[in-house]
């Protein structure tokens, strides 16, 4: 076995910015794995709240776990392996990923056949961070036009509270009057308990799918407040990071979403997917700053999800990977074995 890195720059179309900050282009790490004539792909994308801040500091992560060895030991053992090591989730996501890949490679099939998952059906909503009325203005028709999206996910949770929070919601819905969209709100836990009774029943006036992360990480107590005649179905992000948290706030929320860089890759999505049926709770999937290798393994598992945010690739420019386009609104890999991405070779040749 052969395993290569490659540090890329990934350029954002737009910065996010969220109740937490603004995100700017991020450098990531491609992990290529070589086995029997098979190449498989990961990625990884650095976060300071997954445990990794640097491409350097994640290639550290990976070279130090796969020296000790990673021949003839499961996916699953390995992942397990990498917990108990404290590898970051982060890091460690770009394996993962890669061990997916060539497995279904071997097997001859498209991964989320491999992963007894339907081919990717259900549209991925595209995001809109926190603006000004005006800027929202300009941005829609840029996030829309000649495109098929069909949902449209309104970051909120303003710093300058839940007043700029309307001003930017009320443009949305005025720039979004000439396209077929739905629109969904994610907080990321920029409100107290008081704003998201408040804003939860502002949103669902004006008819938006769900909310997710109303709370702070941390918060998870006060969702019950939240939960009692919720106008809103809510969904937690930051509160979901492994499977085990799901019991601690599972009678409080309708759903959780995982990411790979948030659990580490599929071995833990699967984990988290199945927990959640358990729970009665249903699922989404989203992504961080990642391109087409991380989305596409991300749609692999999303044929058992409900709600989809795969779509950080499409606000790069340009995408260093290929292999996750949208098809009707959809983020479709190619029906090919392995989840079907690959980093370009201009970008590591």
Not at 64 to 76: D, N, R, V, Y
Not at 108 to 119: A, C, M, N, V
Not at 126 to 134: L, M, S
Request: glycine share 8%.
């Amino acid at each position: 076995m052969k395993i290569s890195f490659f540090k890329v720059k990934l350029h954002k179309r737009f910065p996010l910015a969220i109740s937490r900050g603004v995100r700017y282009d991020s450098e990531n790490i491609f992990l290529r794995l070589e086995k029997e004539g098979i190449t498989a792909w990961g990625e990884a994308a650095p976060g300071s709240t997954e445990g990794a801040t640097s491409a350097e500091e994640i290639q550290n992560y990976l070279e130090s776990f796969t020296a000790k060895g990673i021949e003839g030991k499961s996916i699953q053992t390995l992942y397990d392996q990498a917990r108990a090591a404290q590898i970051p989730p982060c890091a460690y996501v770009a394996l993962d990923t890669a061990l997916w890949d060539w497995t279904a490679k071997k097997a001859g099939l498209p991964l989320h056949q491999l992963l007894g998952f339907s081919r990717p059906h259900i549209p991925t909503s595209v995001t809109i961070g926190i603006n000004p009325p005006e800027v929202v203005k300009e941005r829609v028709p840029l996030l829309l036009d000649g495109t098929t999206v069909k949902s449209l996910k309104i970051k909120l949770g303003s710093p300058e509270g839940i007043e700029a929070d309307k001003a930017m919601f009320e443009q949305v819905i005025e720039s979004t009057k000439a396209y077929n969209v739905k629109l969904r709100v994610d907080a990321n836990g920029g409100w107290e308990v008081a704003e998201a009774q408040h804003m939860m029943q502002w949103l669902a006036d004006r008819k938006v799918d769900y909310i997710e992360q109303p709370l702070k990480e941390g918060q998870e107590e006060d969702l019950k407040y939240l939960y009692k005649n919720r106008p809103l179905p809510i969904y937690v992000d930051e509160s979901c990071r492994f499977a085990e948290n799901i019991p601690a706030f599972a009678s409080h929320v309708d759903g959780v979403n995982m990411k790979l860089m948030k659990c580490g890759g599929i071995t833990e999505a699967l984990r988290i997917i199945a927990t959640a049926r358990a729970h009665g709770l249903k699922t989404m999937i989203g992504c961080m700053s990642e391109s087409s290798v991380a989305i596409a393994a991300a749609a692999a598992v999303s044929g058992g999800i409900d709600h989809i945010d795969l779509d950080s690739h499409y606000n790069l420019s340009p995408d260093p990977s290929q292999g996750a386009p949208m098809v009707d609104g959809v983020t479709l890999p190619p029906a090919v074995p392995g989840h079907g991405a690959e980093l370009k070779k201009e970008f590591y040749a």
